[in-house]
């Protein structure tokens, strides 16, 4: 393994994470929305939806639900064992883009030759390449929050909740999930014809999800999806060639789609800003702020208010 294959920072589960991620890939078409109910509802306003990514809380003795697959559907089938720590989330959606065959999607130069060198290995040698996929894990790593000091990690409580992501896709009309700590893909079954594959995938994540005690949140779930911009062009585009609806409605409807577009656009503006913000070192800027504030005087004033306000909210707290 390379000297920095295990390098693998922690990124957030955030839909703007993870459309620049894919982006930063090469790929284009698609784009990730984050759900906020398994509804079919939910659903129905992002379709074409091509996969799910689900960020859940890990625990040892998880119960495997399906079959894991071990016949000749894993020369058609992109899997790779998770053989380091941190990937997990580029892994989780790498696996859906590498599996998608939808007409939206692009994959781009650079993960369609990471596909055609690795697709005929075993999964593990697999989760080797992509650990030692240098352009992969550079992007990746270029989504790390910016950490204002080094903690030492020796001591950190083996406790603590640890939490992974894993894939959902249909294939060949049937539903797998990609789980990199597993031994391969599960099957989940077929998807009958003329059936929605989110209809057969609700149930199993309901089941995950009712595993934890009520109040708690210790899942998320993001949906890939076809570009919004892109859907929303092509109606455009068959409204302006159509002669079926009336000129008036179909202004009407025209005008509607154009504004979800301009609010896509705006959306990715923000996307960008937030992730400038998390890439962003603020360090040099507290530093100096709390520089100026000493010389100034100020600091120990507004930091004994400050310890005063915590302790008047732990007061009215203890007092609720």
């Not at 005929?120 to 790593?141: E, M, P, Y």
């Not at 159509?242 to 609010?263: C, G, V, Y």
């Amino acid at each position: 393994m390379g000297e920095n294959a295990g390098n693998w920072c922690l990124i957030e589960s955030d839909p703007g994470v993870f459309t620049e991620l894919i982006k930063e890939f090469g790929v284009e078409g698609v784009q990730v929305e984050e759900l906020w109910s398994l509804d079919q509802e939910a659903f129905k306003h992002l379709e074409p939806i091509h996969g799910l990514i689900f960020l859940f809380r890990w625990v040892q003795d998880d119960e495997v639900s399906g079959t894991i697959v071990e016949d000749d559907r894993l020369q058609k089938i992109f899997f790779a064992k998770q053989v380091i720590n941190n990937a997990c989330a580029s892994q989780a959606i790498l696996s859906i883009l590498l599996n998608c065959q939808h007409e939206d999607l692009k994959l781009g130069q650079t993960l369609t030759d990471f596909k055609e060198f690795c697709q005929s290995f075993d999964a593990h040698t697999k989760g080797l390449t992509l650990s030692n996929a240098s352009q992969i894990r550079t992007v990746h790593n270029s989504f790390a929050r910016q950490t204002l000091f080094e903690l030492d990690n020796s001591n950190v409580n083996k406790d603590e909740d640890v939490y992974h992501f894993i894939g959902y896709i249909p294939i060949d009309g049937r539903l797998y999930e990609l789980d990199g700590l597993k031994d391969g893909p599960v099957d989940h079954g077929a998807v009958e014809p003329g059936k929605n594959w989110l209809e057969v995938v609700q149930p199993i994540i309901e089941k995950r999800m009712n595993k934890y005690t009520e109040g708690e949140i210790h899942f998320n779930l993001m949906a890939l999806v076809s570009d919004r911009q892109l859907v929303y062009q092509k109606k455009i585009d068959r409204l302006t060639a159509s002669d079926a609806m009336d000129s008036d409605d179909r202004d009407i409807q025209i005008a509607r789609l154009r504004s979800l577009i301009d609010d896509e656009v705006a959306k990715r503006k923000i996307y960008k800003i937030e992730n400038i913000r998390r890439k962003h070192n603020y360090l040099p800027f507290i530093m100096e702020l709390l520089k100026m504030l000493g010389d100034q005087g100020q600091l120990t004033p507004l930091y004994e208010k400050a310890k005063q306000r915590a302790a008047e909210r732990e007061n009215s707290k203890g007092k609720a």
